[in-house]
């Protein structure tokens, strides 16, 4: 993994010692379960919080008094926010906005993770300064929340990442992420995947690891963090029942027979840290949190 050749700016030299302060919101999720074990020694508060309760965010945070905080918390499951996109402006935009506002009055750093769906997937290997254009609810609720960042102070990482994959699985999807739901599905001897839709991917323990390092190296911006490489869904789910010795009728399908929109390439690429490549990162992944002996 490949870190910014920067020395720290003065006033964030605290951030290079143990002693560093971090409030860690969404510490049970799957980023936030390996983020919590990276962090570890460090002074880690992990409140149990919903973001959308302004005034306790704010309160707990003040009580805890800490250098950086790190929010994972966001509503992000796709169909859900196509439907309910209410509840998407008031987690992913107004609730970071009431974040951000809390951190510079207390002068904490804000880590905030982000997606690849800020982009409209015309183009893939998105950089961190290319122009976003949201095609969902999801995506347009993300980049609002990452405006309002901007607009609030300086003090800011912001983290574009996409597909991820840990130990943890994901709350929000019962605790499946797209490996453990492509295990379950085989199961019924077929699976369809879209063969026209690409991305990168991300072990939360790769991400947790670079997000470790860009607090260190103290320069603030946006980031885009994923392990490297473009791939298409079926190109991951065909990687996963590979290095699992699974077998099963692996089906492709096209875009056009899905219902929820999302960008066709929203592939990410690294300019600033660089995270191993993908298929390094599942194999690791597949070896370390299953009974499996992958192939090499």
């Known amino acids: 993994m490949e870190l910014l050749k920067e020395k720290p700016r003065r006033q964030e030299d605290i951030l290079q010692c143990k002693d560093m302060k971090i409030l860690l919101i969404g510490s049970s999720g799957q980023l936030g379960t390996d983020l919590k074990e990276e962090l570890s020694q460090y002074d880690l508060t992990?409140?149990?919080?919903?973001?959308?309760?302004?005034?306790?965010?704010?309160?707990t945070i003040v009580a805890s008094s800490p250098d950086v905080v790190i929010n994972t918390a966001a509503y992000h499951n796709t169909k859900l926010t196509e439907a309910n996109p209410k509840?998407?402006?008031?987690?992913?935009?107004?609730?970071?906005?009431?974040?951000?506002?809390?951190?510079?009055?207390?002068?904490?750093?804000?880590?905030?993770?982000s997606t690849d769906c800020v982009f409209d997937g015309g183009k893939g290997n998105y950089i961190e300064s290319d122009f976003a254009n949201p095609i969902s609810y999801y995506g347009l609720s993300k980049y609002l929340g990452e405006r309002f960042?901007?607009?609030?102070?300086e003090n800011y990482y912001i983290v574009r990442t996409a597909s991820l994959f840990g130990k943890a699985g994901c709350k929000a999807k019962k605790g499946l992420n797209f490996p453990l739901l492509m295990l379950k599905l085989a199961k019924k001897g077929e699976v369809k995947?879209?063969?026209?839709?690409?991305?990168s991917i991300t072990y939360t323990k790769d991400l947790a690891k670079a997000i470790h390092q860009m607090i260190l190296v103290g320069r603030y911006g946006i980031y885009h963090l994923v392990n490297e490489g473009r791939l298409s869904w079926w190109q991951f789910a065909q990687k996963v029942f590979e290095l699992t010795k699974t077998k099963v009728n692996l089906k492709g399908i096209t875009r056009d027979e899905m219902v929820v929109p999302r960008p066709a390439d929203s592939s990410l690429r690294t300019t600033k840290i660089t995270l191993p490549y993908w298929e390094d990162a599942l194999t690791r992944y597949i070896n370390e949190n299953f009974n499996y002996k992958s192939r090499s």
């Open 46 to 59: 992990c409140p149990d919080i919903d973001i959308n309760k302004h005034n306790l965010i704010r309160n």
């Open 87 to 113: 509840k998407a402006f008031e987690t992913n935009s107004f609730a970071i906005k009431n974040l951000a506002e809390v951190c510079k009055d207390i002068g904490a750093s804000l880590v905030h993770i």
């Open 149 to 153: 960042i901007e607009s609030v102070f």
């Open 193 to 199: 995947v879209k063969t026209d839709e690409f991305t």
